[in-house]
């Protein structure tokens, strides 16, 4: 069966100023307002998906056609360029095709952005330099942005990249978004935003690849008032063991994701410090490599402290991370602490440990940017 949209125009009862033509989809009438708000309702039983889809990407174009005799219909009228782009149109900033696969075992989310169709026009020619950036909220953005590469002067980009975040664990899934924003590149100018939509994590499944087609929209306001006491800094893979055999503990430090930017090139120097306290001696501190210009640094080192099983439940382990400066002082990145009076995923971490004995354990930990008695300098 064939669909169309029938028109009669002009209708008899309409008036200068208003839209009123006689709308009709297959002999069902449709509702239209006064121009400013054209809305149109359409009921259909059993309307194919494929056709839902075409309506999405095309949103009926007559629609979005001035109308003539209204002040602000003509193109050269203030209002007149944005209703003859289709201001209000859903579609008319693109529509962006990804899929989302959340691996549970590795703690990463794998994000795939395939390609776009039909982005606004943002350059003279009628073209853009279309790139994608994923943020995830709530967080640091700098320290949790992605992005593709930008590809030039097309309105119909694909990427096929895959953007992944590491580090994420079963309560991100439950309590964050991913923003996904389509941006044109400037070489002269500020980058330009296109249109984005947001994906709550808590959607997708474990281990089970979602795919995505959606309308870019305009953009949407950040909620400014999470807590910025516990900004997210990025995060830690730490590995935990105590080995009878050595009557002590072994601490690896093996990776970081995300880390917020601490230089003007937008990078950092990390390394990062580990104590176990109380620590009367002074001898805990152990310290790794710094890695240079870097906001995911891979370290796999290890360190051991001689400690008695027993005397483990007494103790924290703190962990921070620095970007190191050369002739200033070195700026702190962030901070956590595991041990018997830490809550979540840093108790569950340090418990474990001291019930598996021989047992290598890795978790991933967030860095905030406040560590309770912690000496911030190094």
């Not at 418990?351 to 406040?370: A, G, M, P, S, V």
Request: a positive charge; one cysteine or more.
């Amino acid at each position: 069966m064939r669909h169309k949209v029938q028109q009669v125009w002009p209708h008899p009862s309409s008036s200068p100023g208003s839209l009123q033509p006689d709308w009709s989809w297959e002999g069902i009438p449709l509702v239209a307002h006064l121009f400013e708000g054209v809305t149109i309702q359409i009921h259909i039983v059993g309307m194919p998906a494929a056709l839902e889809g075409r309506m999405c990407q095309q949103q009926l174009s007559a629609v979005s056609q001035p109308f003539p005799n209204h002040p602000r219909g003509h193109p050269e009228s203030p209002g007149g360029q944005e209703a003859a782009q289709g201001w209000d149109n859903p579609a008319a900033l693109g529509t962006l095709d990804f899929s989302l696969l959340y691996d549970q075992e590795n703690n990463a989310l794998h994000c795939t952005i395939n390609k776009a169709k039909g982005l606004k026009p943002m350059d003279h020619n009628g073209l853009a330099d279309p790139y994608v950036k994923l943020h995830l909220l709530p967080g640091a953005s700098k320290a949790n942005k992605l992005r593709t590469k930008t590809l030039r002067n097309t309105l119909n980009p694909t990427w096929n990249e895959t953007l992944t975040y590491y580090g994420i664990t079963d309560e991100d899934m439950i309590r964050k978004t991913l923003r996904i924003s389509v941006c044109d590149e400037d070489k002269f100018r500020h980058n330009e935003f296109i249109g984005e939509t947001r994906i709550p994590l808590k959607k997708l499944k474990p281990n089970q690849t979602k795919n995505f087609n959606i309308c870019l929209e305009k953009q949407l306001p950040i909620d400014k008032t999470e807590d910025k006491s516990l900004e997210e800094r990025g995060r830690i893979l730490i590995s935990l063991k105590y080995s009878s055999q050595k009557q002590g503990l072994q601490v690896g430090i093996l990776r970081c994701a995300h880390l917020a930017a601490m230089d003007a090139n937008g990078y950092s120097d990390p390394y990062v410090k580990i104590y176990l306290k109380p620590d009367e001696d002074k001898k805990s501190k152990h310290k790794t490599a710094v890695k240079k210009k870097t906001l995911n640094p891979e370290f796999n080192e290890e360190f051991f402290y001689e400690i008695k099983h027993g005397d483990l439940a007494k103790k924290t382990l703190e962990v921070t991370v620095w970007d190191y400066d050369i002739g200033k002082s070195n700026d702190f990145i962030g901070g956590v602490v595991l041990g018997i009076n830490a809550k979540g995923e840093r108790l569950k971490h340090w418990f474990d440990c001291l019930k598996n004995k021989d047992k290598k354990i890795e978790r991933w930990h967030t860095l905030t940017n406040e560590l309770p008695g912690a000496v911030l300098s190094d």
